[in-house]
């Protein structure tokens, strides 16, 4: 009998909304060849989790790997392991979708692989000790985490290798701890330094567990690995050194382990996650004090004393403290499924409608959007879309179970971003718009039915710690020239592109809809896309005070905020109204208290995103139809009285148009971010800011109506006239 155990777990995954070409890649780059080499080592067995998202896509397009790998699960070689459908992270999302979700995919994995399905994945082992209690309750038995877990419950050394028992409220689960030293020496170093590790263990701890739980795809799509592990023949090697070693180590599962041994003891787990991500959920400067604090351990002379006792102080929901962004997709996602829960508990409720609803919903909360590192996805704008697009399927499924269709308007007040202030939700059969009377009465979200997009996903740009690293490699370069990585190491930065450090602005308010601005007269367009501090008005974030009103045909929300601009008084009234069966919102300004002998410079900004920056298909045009440029444009018109976006792919198209002629700036809002293929920019949105030269009538005011509309792309031979609108047609 081997006196040592070692599992190897992988974690495949693609998130909801990837890319066609990513989830291919990633197939014939990784999981692929993994499973050809270790089909060819009948002695090795592994666990291997598959995401729901990424298992639906190989089921679909892949059956005869979805054949093999069950031909190895019946064989005995291969443990499923299951956990959330959709991949989310479990502190983030409610109890009963918890268990919803591990019991929707544990039933799929055994349809699918015919397996028992007995233990975990926890998403990015993102951990808090109540979870214990929901996954005990879906019928989970282990789950694994990271050895920094157990390390920062007190556990450490040789005691890091079995697993252990923990509760909640009477209710049991096992855990292993992840040695996170497996995690940096496979693939990246030899499997020699495997073998010495594993060989130290095993002369001291006879009888131990120890278990490598990491992404399967590094394994040949993190950058350079396909060369590495397959063409060198890094997992070969590593086969036959587990294959020749079979006398004193032996590969097995989590489930044997767990029939076979008893738990090292009982022990209760600190909220946190693997050590990376604790680090990457700190504010930047935080995380630069972090890393000062860690390279002083690491070079300390008693630095293995001093180690365990040493943890980083992120915490994984604080990524929707650090990102509003985020916040914004976790409270529409918690306001929907509190809205099935009710729904649910009613007798007269179709349960197909809300079936539908509750996988959308499950769907919408796939994690990788909802936070940033190395990995995450929140400055993807496709995968932020992806969610947004399941949550509006959802709140549509929810309108059919309760009868709702044709077309309708309505309005309501509440807390719906969890910032203990009063938002505005106005709703047609069309649109889904949220407002927020406290900041700058802005409108911060905008679904499109029909196309599933909320044209508002947009994403700020705020300082990140790796920021100055890209500033520091270009200063040294000379320029931001591109570079070369090594597998994992620390020691070279890659730039995906040129001039990165031009990218490397913030903004200093949300990058959102009908954002108020006064500007000095000769203010220029490269003065907002160098986010100079140009702002001559209190608006922008300034509190509005709030009345609503409506009917069955129409809804308004109508706000009102006296303030400064350039040092004048004045007082600005903003509605805005949707009718039932319209694609449309009209806003109306109305200017008051204006100086006589004074011009001002009024300009209203609109960010729209949602779509491509970068592609023919999408693209800028004036009301005649003429072509203005991508949607990652720089535009600058004196005189224009309207704008369209067109996205072909998406069949969408938002239509601009307001009440009197003013000047025009348009520009890409591009961030700069950090991925496991190096650094590079990333469109987020477009800018579109009409202004206008004010000056008041003979009673101090002004006025101008917009109007925004989402439609879908009408026929090029079609020859209704695209017209300026008026204040009497608004």
């Known amino acids: 009998m081997s006196n040592l155990r070692l599992i190897l777990a992988l974690h495949n995954h693609q998130p909801v909304g990837n890319f066609e070409a990513v989830f291919e890649t990633a197939y014939r780059d990784s999981y692929l060849p993994f499973l050809e080499v270790l089909e060819r080592h009948p002695e090795i067995a592994f666990a291997l989790h598959t995401s729901g998202p990424l298992l639906e896509w190989l089921v679909d397009q892949k059956p005869d790997y979805v054949a093999r790998v069950r031909g190895l699960v019946e064989a005995g070689r291969v443990e499923i392991l299951g956990g959330g459908y959709f991949e989310p992270i479990m502190t983030m999302i409610p109890h009963v979708d918890r268990v919803g979700q591990i019991r929707a995919f544990t039933e799929y994995l055994e349809e699918v692989f015919g397996a028992r399905v007995r233990g975990m994945w926890t998403p990015e082992r993102v951990w808090e000790q109540h979870l214990v209690s929901a996954f005990a309750e879906a019928g989970v038995e282990y789950t694994i985490l990271d050895d920094f877990h157990f390390e920062r419950a007190g556990v450490s050394g040789d005691d890091l290798f079995g697993y252990y028992l923990t509760e909640d409220e009477g209710r049991l689960l096992k855990v292993f701890p992840g040695s996170e030293t497996l995690r940096y020496t496979i693939p990246f170093q030899e499997p020699h330094a495997t073998y010495e590790f594993l060989r ?80 990457w959920a700190l504010p930047p400067a935080g995380h630069r004090a972090y890393e000062q604090a860690a390279r002083s351990v690491r070079q300390h002379d008693r630095s293995a004393e001093i ?52 996988r959308e919903l499950h769907r919408g909360q796939c994690n990788c959007p909802y936070w940033h590192g190395a990995f995450g996805g929140l400055y993807l704008p496709h995968l932020r879309g992806a969610i947004y697009q399941a949550l509006i399927a959802c709140h549509d499924a929810l309108d059919e179970a309760e009868g709702r269709d044709g077309p309708r308007v309505s309005l309501e007040v509440g807390d719906f971003n969890l910032d203990a202030r009063q938002e505005v939700r106005i709703e047609n059969d069309r649109l889904i718009a949220f407002v927020r009377p406290a900041q700058g009465g802005h409108l911060y979200e905008l679904d499109v039915r029909k196309a599933g997009v909320n044209v508002l996903a947009t994403l700020d740009r705020r300082p990140e710690a790796y920021h100055q690293t890209i500033l520091d490699v270009i200063r040294a ?164 009285e309207g704008l369209s976006l067109t996205d072909e792919w998406l069949d969408l198209v938002a239509d601009l148009t307001w009440t009197k002629p003013c000047g025009l700036w348009c520009f890409p809002i591009e961030t700069v971010s950090q991925s496991e293929g190096g650094f590079e920019g990333v469109y987020q949105s477009s800018a579109v800011i009409p202004h206008w030269h004010v000056v008041g009538d003979e009673a101090g005011r002004w006025e101008v109506a917009i109007r925004m509309s989402f439609d879908s792309r009408k026929p090029a031979a079609d020859p209704s006239p695209r017209h300026r609108a008026s204040l009497a047609e608004v």
């Open 307 to 358: 180690k365990p006792f040493f943890r980083a102080g992120g915490f994984w929901r604080n990524f929707k403290a650090r990102y509003p962004e985020s916040d914004e997709m976790y409270a529409r996602m918690l306001g929907l499924s509190k809205r099935l829960a009710a729904l649910a508990a009613r007798p007269d409720v179709d349960p197909d409608y809300l079936e539908a609803a509750r």
């Open 477 to 640: 370069r000379g320029s931001a020239e591109q570079g070369a990585t090594s597998f994992g190491g620390e020691d070279r930065v890659v730039l995906k592109q040129d001039n990165l450090d031009d990218l490397i602005v913030y903004d200093d308010h949300p990058r959102k809809a009908l954002v108020d601005h006064f500007y000095p007269l000769d203010v220029s367009l490269d003065d907002l896309i160098a986010c100079r501090n140009v702002e001559r008005g209190d608006f922008v974030t300034g509190a509005y005070l709030t009345r609503v009103r409506g009917d069955d045909a129409r809804a308004a929300v109508v706000m009102e905020r006296p303030g400064l601009a350039d040092g004048h008084p004045v007082r600005i009234r903003k509605s805005i109204e949707a009718a039932a069966g319209s694609p449309a919102l009209v806003i109306r300004y109305e200017i008051e208290d204006l100086p006589p002998d004074a011009c001002l410079h009024f300009a209203v900004e609109i960010n729209l995103a949602g779509m491509a920056g970068r592609a023919d298909d999408r693209y800028y045009s004036g009301l005649s139809g003429e072509r203005l440029g991508t949607l990652d444009s720089r535009i600058d018109r004196p005189h224009m």
């Open 200 to 279: 130290g263990l095993a002369a001291r701890r006879p009888g131990a567990t120890v278990v490598f739980a990491d992404d399967g795809e590094k394994f040949g799509s993190w950058p350079e690995t396909h060369e590495h592990v397959y063409k060198r023949g890094w997992l070969n090697r590593f086969c036959d050194m587990i294959v020749g070693n079979r006398d004193w180590l032996g590969s097995t599962t989590f489930g044997r382990t767990v029939d076979a041994t008893l738990p090292l003891g009982k022990l209760y787990i600190a909220d946190g996650s693997y050590r990376e991500m604790t680090e």
